[in-house]
């Protein structure tokens, strides 16, 4: 009987003394975030630790939001922007960027070009501390650089987590406005001076569901770089990567730059780049200042539903995340731009800045989404000599032949139908920017690998 009572005794103690310590702990967590956000120390400074418990807890509060649901509909972790009205002189940006190790070299470029703050998450098992000495030894200011790391798990090649990492560095701004990026894009000179801009502000105080297009555009690889991604050949590319609005259309005139895809002319296309070219002519010909004003254009329709800009937009809880189910190559920012599209956000076209993306050889996520059957590969006429053969044209029997599953490219398709059947069903229809007139068929459906969705709009 006495050893029964000290037993207990002695569990009552433990637990006591268990909770002392977890209320211990999250004291000093609590205590360490709000001293950091008071006197802007960056998540490398106070550990990276913090950090990943920061995007643990977003993770669980975005799964507690819709819990039959591998999507999300909104990201708790930001601000209700409809209980904060914004002022002009209070908007502000962040550059969120992530990105491989190879490509860390890349942000020298990014800091000399953007000249506010940055957020950037890299795929790596070196520390947070490691990655921002190494930025501050490139050039990058300190105070103005949020760095956290994503460990590269085991056999992931290919499998690049690249929406949870932008939803990483989105989390970790302070600004009320984001430009998410990828780190082989870089920017003009003046993009952030051109955000900051009264037009543009103003237009971003009327409506929190306003999206911001900066235009992307490419410059062709050195004809000596074809094949490689060498120290000189990236030196090579660097240094025609246009910075300003006269090298960009000198590039232009040289025929040295075109529309950011030209695979994948559906993604860019309602951006209107004929329009952008001649707004930039004009203002080239003439004096910039005796011009007038700066260009935001609406777009009023768009010619594809596969519509994925880069845009500069408010971090709000009622935001979508980007959906992290989505990793690797292939429809991770595309679902993003539709969730907008859906819930009626509309979007501006920023005429007087741009976006260059980097010319580099294919990377592990694309080289696997590029793993094509040999039955995909076959060639048919079309109107402007041999294609490839679209999987809603295959027969029957090569049809049955194939498991989807086994490639890349088929997982994602399915997910995406996945994706789309939620999208309508989960979400209230608000679009208002619809295709524009004879677009009706610019969908994405003719080209999935495995059966569209039966909900069609």
């Not at 990377?363 to 999987?391: C, Q």
Request: net charge neutral.
């Amino acid at each position: 009987m006495s050893s029964s009572l000290d037993e207990d005794k002695k569990r009552k103690v433990d637990c006591v003394f268990l909770s002392r310590r977890i209320v211990i702990l999250v004291t000093l967590v609590a205590s360490t975030l709000v001293f950091g956000r008071l006197f802007a120390i960056p998540d490398t400074i106070l550990g990276n630790p913090v950090a990943r418990l920061l995007a643990v807890t977003s993770s669980n509060n975005q799964s507690s939001t819709d819990s039959d649901s591998q999507f999300q509909q909104i990201t708790p972790s930001s601000p209700q922007c409809h209980k904060q009205p914004l002022e002009v002189d209070n908007i502000d940006y962040t550059l969120c960027l992530q990105s491989s190790e190879d490509r860390l070299w890349m942000m020298k470029y990014h800091c000399e070009r953007w000249h506010n703050f940055i957020s950037l998450v890299v795929h790596t098992n070196r520390s947070s501390d490691d990655i921002h000495k190494e930025l501050v030894e490139m050039g990058c200011i300190h105070h103005r650089m949020k760095v956290n790391t994503h460990p590269i798990e085991p056999n992931s090649e290919g499998d690049y987590p690249i929406n949870h990492m932008r939803n990483i560095a989105i989390a970790a701004a302070t600004t009320t406005h984001v430009f998410n990026l990828d780190m082989d894009f870089w920017t003009d000179i003046n993009l952030y001076r051109t955000l900051q801009s009264s037009k543009v502000r103003k237009a971003l105080v009327e409506s929190n569901e306003l999206a911001i297009v900066v235009p992307a555009l490419s410059i062709y690889r050195d004809n000596q770089c074809r094949k490689s991604d060498s120290f000189i050949c990236n030196d090579r590319h660097a240094k025609r990567m246009p910075t300003d609005r006269e090298s960009i259309m000198q590039k232009v005139h040289n025929k040295e730059v075109t529309m950011f895809d030209v695979t994948n002319a559906e993604g860019h296309d309602s951006t209107g780049y004929r329009k952008w070219f001649k707004h930039n002519l004009k203002v080239a010909t003439f004096d910039e200042y005796q011009y007038g004003a700066l260009s935001l254009r609406p777009l009023d329709c768009l010619t594809s539903n596969r519509y994925e800009p880069y845009v500069v937009f408010r971090k709000c809880e009622s935001t979508p995340p980007f959906q992290e189910s989505f990793t690797g190559y292939g429809k991770n920012k595309l679902t993003w731009i539709m969730h907008l599209r859906h819930l009626g956000w509309t979007f501006s076209v920023l005429d007087d800045g741009f976006i260059t993306h980097f010319p580099h050889r294919p990377s592990a996520s694309r080289k696997e989404w590029n793993n094509t059957p040999e039955v995909l590969k076959k060639r048919r006429d079309g109107v402007r000599g041999k294609v490839k053969i679209r999987p809603s044209e295959l027969q029957d029997s090569d049809r049955e032949q194939l498991n989807w599953m086994d490639f890349k490219r088929g997982k994602i398709d399915k997910l995406f139908v996945v994706f789309k059947d939620w999208l309508e069903d989960s979400v209230e229809d608000n679009h208002k920017v619809p295709l524009c007139d004879g677009e009706e068929g610019a969908s994405d459906d003719d080209r999935l690998w495995v059966a569209p969705s039966s909900n069609k709009r």
